[in-house]
């Protein structure tokens, strides 16, 4: 009888401590919420997982302030890029870099997102209610995207970018890393035009 | 009855493969649970077998569990782990309680190092309003924990006053843009319209900002410049760009001043800043600066070895002698053109413009102007009556090296660190039309043809000496001669102007002929080496070797036994140059002497004891503030293994002064520094006291021995003369009567961009905390140093220690868990 008793015991106070954990688990729970930020969302996400083992087969670039533009795209019979557009007159005397052009973009179709915040209360602090560049290309399976973007971030490690042409706030806002967008917009100051290689010369009888 | 028995071992080996299987299930949902750090499908699934092989395990024998747990031995094994279950649960609880209470924990260190200082608690208890403390950090930031609990503490500390929010910058740029926040880790106080910032969590810096913002004004800090010194605006390598970030977040406002014109220090100024001069001050300069400190001013001087004169400096480096014969230009690493009386060695006159040390000076052929190079990247022109400045020439980006008219006095043309030969109109001081002439080598002379067609240049390498020739007319290169495989350093044309003299320093003579372009080098001198060659108009030919000596060529043999021997300086000579008569040749060197030589006697006709010995800085230091910046270069073989001889490391500081005490158990470093020695200053009103002291390995070295290359490891001369260590690196001075501040430091790259960037050294402490002092910003932060007794286990000392922890944890204890529960067991069978 007297084991009985204290297995009741027992498990009366088992009841009592497990209440007091919840409540404390609880309460805990509820002083924290506001420390959660549940706009941040450092997890990585691919921008275009649709293209992401894609390759680029056309893009351009867009300073949305001054309006001058870059594009260029592969041709199709040489498989080399030739440029559609660029902001000044090409030197006749240059040629593309296809090389320069083909690694700038490599990144591109696979970018990713260190961040992404939802709930914003405005575009303009990310410098996207009127974005700074608008970088659209096509990949070789057929797709085509376009990003806006904005400001960098205060540690000047990466671009806020939005995914959609419109400032709806329901959206969320991109942090991407600074290099992998550098790289495409510099080809507005810096064409990717170089001097030919010279031809070698065939030697006498050949 | 053997096939009731038969059902009845099945069923007992169901019953505990189904609770095998159930507890390997519950433990993989552990697993699962604590290596996805969530409860996922996995953990879900594992928890459901669980649980069914559990029941299976009760249901398959449902009477026998029943009896098990309702029999005697059951209900005490229940009891027993209900008991512990309800330990365990209320540990948890009391845990969650306290964690809910926020209760401050217990600093069980030994220096209370996690315990906010009596310092920083007063200051909490002062504060007469809200400050808002804004931490920016993004969520990967490792160090937001740390920060979290430092700054609870002065939360706590504040009484409700102080308020913590953390940010992440990248979500909220705006609030991060406004604070000028642009790293993580920013931590911004806030108090009113003021604001400041701290950049790490410890607690100098933490209060440091918190005093700053109830301080709330901000402190001028002037930069004096005009001599080469080192710029806050500076993004190269040696300059102060981030050093000036750090001194922002101070609330120190820099800017710049050249006391030349401003012929003041400004009123609002806390303090001035010289960081490295190369040129010398002036007079007015040095009367200015010595009246504001009289008014209780205060001031930094950062001085590097060689400035200022004496034998670490690089004494006079180029000298001309005029067209007439009557004048000698010199040109000298304090910054200044100085002009000579040919005829007995007295000063005529003294031209001041550049703001770094000359390296060439050459006269117009009618000698009315004078060209100049320096290490401040210019070559300028100046009206040798009076004075005044012609021209400063655009072109040149680096140090330039040499520079000269061309004979016709059309051109002027110079060579130097960029690489290319600029050439000018010497009218009107614009660039030809194919200047500039790139080459692939630094450049260290030119020469031009006595006809003026040509320009001939040299420079190279320790592996190259190559010598260009190009028509000065369509700048179509001639010659490309490959002549000398080491540094050109000097060459002359033959008075002819068929041949072209070259010396390198390794001693060849390269002679070149300039009308088929073929050339040949012979080891004249290889024994020593050459710097400078010169040629009369009568063709006879000086020498300027590495052994201090200068050789007049006698013959055209190969060997210089014939040669007569000019000896008197004690240093390398830079630069030579005769008379237009060429009866006499003048010499110049790092020995800060200008010897003029009588060539047919082989005598000296006089000595001018160089450009002015002291720079006027050092002199009102050592007469005024009895501080002496020696004339040395500090060698410390201790501590030479992080970086070089030349490097020395400091762990030695003044414990008690308010620049020192908070980094005493931090390391400095001081790269290419002198030492600095306190005078007597017992008659005076003033305190001095050594910050930073060297280890007993190193001494301030006075002369290079044998070598003259003062950065061959190994090779510089220990003497008599130097001074011995541990020497002095720094100083601060305070003149009690007039309450003026100065803080000495024989360096001056110690905080520069690049050696800011070694972040395990404390360089940028030691200076913000000497800017505090020297602005009187320093009494409401200075806090008390902690001294943290290192008590890690050092497994290098204490192998026996180590032995005993592996075997006490290893064996004893559980050996000791062992006796005490056959101990127990003993005792109740006995009792039974």
């Known amino acids: 009888m007297q084991t009985r008793n204290r297995l009741i015991s027992g498990l009366v106070l088992l009841g009592v401590a497990a209440a007091l954990i919840t409540t404390f688990v609880l309460l805990g729970k509820r002083e924290e919420e506001p420390e959660v930020d549940e706009t941040a969302e450092a997890e990585t996400v691919d921008l275009f997982p649709d293209a992401v083992f894609g390759v680029v087969e056309a893009f351009s670039v867009t300073d949305n302030e001054t309006g001058d533009t870059f594009a260029a795209s592969i041709d199709e019979d040489s498989f080399e890029w030739v440029i559609d557009e660029m902001p000044t007159e090409p030197d006749p005397a240059l040629v593309v870099d296809s090389n320069q052009i083909t690694s700038s973009l490599f990144s591109l179709p696979s970018l990713q997102s260190s961040r992404v915040l939802s709930e914003i209360e405005a575009l303009a602090p990310f410098g996207l209610e009127e974005a700074h560049y608008t970088i659209t290309f096509r990949v070789t399976s057929g797709g085509e995207h376009t990003i806006y973007v904005g400001s960098q971030n205060p540690t000047g490690t990466g671009y806020y970018v939005r995914l959609t042409e419109s400032v709806d706030l329901t959206q969320e806002v991109y942090l991407v890393d600074t290099y992998s967008l550098d790289s495409v917009i510099w080809f507005l100051e810096n064409p990717p035009l170089i001097e030919p290689t010279p031809e070698e010369e065939q030697p006498e009888g050949a | ?832």
């Open chain 2, 1 to 832: 009855m053997n096939e009731q028995n038969n059902i009845q071992i099945d069923r007992n080996v169901l019953r505990w493969v189904s609770l095998g299987i159930g507890l390997l299930a519950l433990l993989a949902m552990l697993v699962a649970w604590i290596a996805e750090g969530k409860f996922s499908t996995a953990s879900w699934i594992s928890l459901g077998v669980s649980v069914a092989g559990i029941a299976g395990f009760i249901l398959v024998d449902a009477r026998a569990f029943v009896s098990a747990i309702t029999g005697r031995q059951g209900l005490f094994g229940l009891t027993t782990a209900f008991m512990t279950i309800f330990f365990l649960a209320v540990m948890v609880a009391l845990y969650l309680l306290l964690k809910q209470a926020n209760i401050e924990p217990w600093d069980v260190s030994e220096s209370q190092e996690y315990t906010l200082s009596d310092t920083t608690t007063q200051l909490l208890s002062e504060l007469d309003g809200p400050v808002q403390v804004l931490a920016f950090y993004a969520p990967s930031d490792y160090g937001k924990e740390e920060a979290k609990l430092r700054l609870d503490q002065y939360e706590r500390e504040s009484d409700g006053k102080l308020t913590v929010d953390f940010i992440d910058p990248d979500a909220d740029p705006a609030l991060a843009g406004k604070y000028e926040v642009e790293s993580s880790g920013t931590i911004v106080f806030e108090q009113g319209d003021q604001t400041s910032k701290a950049d790490s969590v410890t607690e100098n810096e933490l209060t440091g900002a918190l005093a700053r913002v109830m301080l709330g004004d901000e402190r001028h800090l002037y930069a004096i410049v005009g001599h080469g010194e080192r710029t806050f605006t500076g993004y190269d390598t040696t300059g102060y760009s981030t050093i000036n970030r750090h001194l922002e977040n101070f609330n120190i406002i820099t800017d710049e001043i050249n006391l030349l014109e401003t012929g003041e220090i400004p009123a609002d100024a806390d303090m001035v800043l010289i960081a490295g001069p190369t040129a010398t001050f002036t007079d007015t300069e040095i009367a200015i600066l010595s009246a504001y400190l009289d008014e209780g001013g205060a001031a930094m001087i950062l001085s590097e070895p060689g400035t200022g004169g004496g034998t670490m400096g690089n004494g006079v480096m180029g000298v001309a002698f005029s067209p007439d014969g009557d004048t000698i230009a010199t040109g000298g690493a304090d910054g200044t053109i100085r002009l000579w009386d040919a005829a007995n060695g007295d000063e005529i006159g003294v031209i001041r413009g550049h703001t770094a040390g000359l390296t060439d000076v050459a006269f117009s052929p009618d000698g009315s102007r004078i060209v100049s190079t320096s290490i401040d990247n210019t070559v300028r022109v100046w009206d040798v009556e009076s004075g005044e400045q012609l021209a400063v020439l655009e072109g040149e980006t680096a140090a330039v090296r040499r520079a000269t008219f061309s004979p016709d006095g059309n051109l002027i043309a110079s060579v130097g660190e960029n690489q290319a030969v600029n050439i000018w109109d010497a009218d009107t001081y614009q660039p030809m039309a194919y200047s500039p002439l790139a080459v692939p080598v630094p450049l260290m002379t030119l020469a031009f043809s006595p006809d003026s067609a040509h320009i001939a240049v040299g420079g190279g390498s320790s592996t190259e000496g190559p010598i260009y020739v190009w028509n000065t007319e369509t700048g179509e290169v001639e010659i490309s001669e490959p002549l000398h495989s080491s540094f050109v350093f000097s060459m002359a044309f033959s008075p002819d102007g068929q041949t072209l003299k070259s010396a390198a320093v390794d001693g060849t003579i390269g002679s070149l002929d300039i009308e088929s372009g073929e050339g040949s080098a012979t080891p004249r001198y290889a024994d020593t080496g050459t710097s400078a060659i010169a040629i009369a108009k009568d063709g006879t030919i000086a020498y300027a070797l590495v052994d201090a000596t200068v050789h007049l060529q006698t013959d055209t043999g190969a060997q210089p036994d014939k040669d007569i021997v000019l000896s008197g300086h004690t240093d390398v000579i830079w630069d030579l140059a005769f008379s237009p008569d060429g009866s006499r040749v003048v010499s110049v060197g790092r020995d800060n002497i200008i010897d003029v030589w009588n060539v047919d006697e082989g005598t000296l006709d006089y000595m001018i004891s160089g450009h002015s010995a002291v720079d006027p800085l050092l002199q009102y230091l050592e007469n005024n503030w009895k501080i002496r910046l020696n004339d040395d270069i500090v060698i410390d073989l201790g501590t030479a293994q992080q970086f070089d001889e030349f490097t020395p490391i400091v762990y030695t500081y003044d414990e008690f002064s308010p620049i020192t005490a908070p980094i005493l158990n931090q390391y400095t470093f001081f790269p290419d520094a002198r030492s600095i020695t306190r005078l007597d200053t017992s008659a005076s009103s003033l305190s001095l006291i050594a910050l930073a002291l060297t280890s007993s390995s190193s001494s301030g070295v006075t002369s290079w021995g044998e070598t003259t290359d003062p950065y061959t490891v190994g090779t510089y001369g220990f003497d008599e003369a130097d001074i011995p260590g541990p020497v002095t690196l720094a100083v601060s001075a305070e003149d009690l009567e007039s309450g003026a501040r100065l803080v000495v430091v024989g360096d001056s790259d110690f905080v520069s961009n690049a050696m800011l960037e070694y972040s395990n050294f404390d360089n940028s402490q030691f200076f913000i905390k000497a800017v505090e002092w020297l602005t009187e910003s320093e009494d409401s932060i200075e806090l008390p140093p902690v001294n943290f007794e290192d008590r890690r286990f050092d497994p290098q000392f204490g192998l026996v220690q180590l032995r005993l922890v592996q075997i006490s944890a290893a064996c004893l204890m559980p050996i000791a868990f062992i006796v005490a529960g056959l101990g127990v067991w003993i005792t109740r069978r006995s009792r039974r």
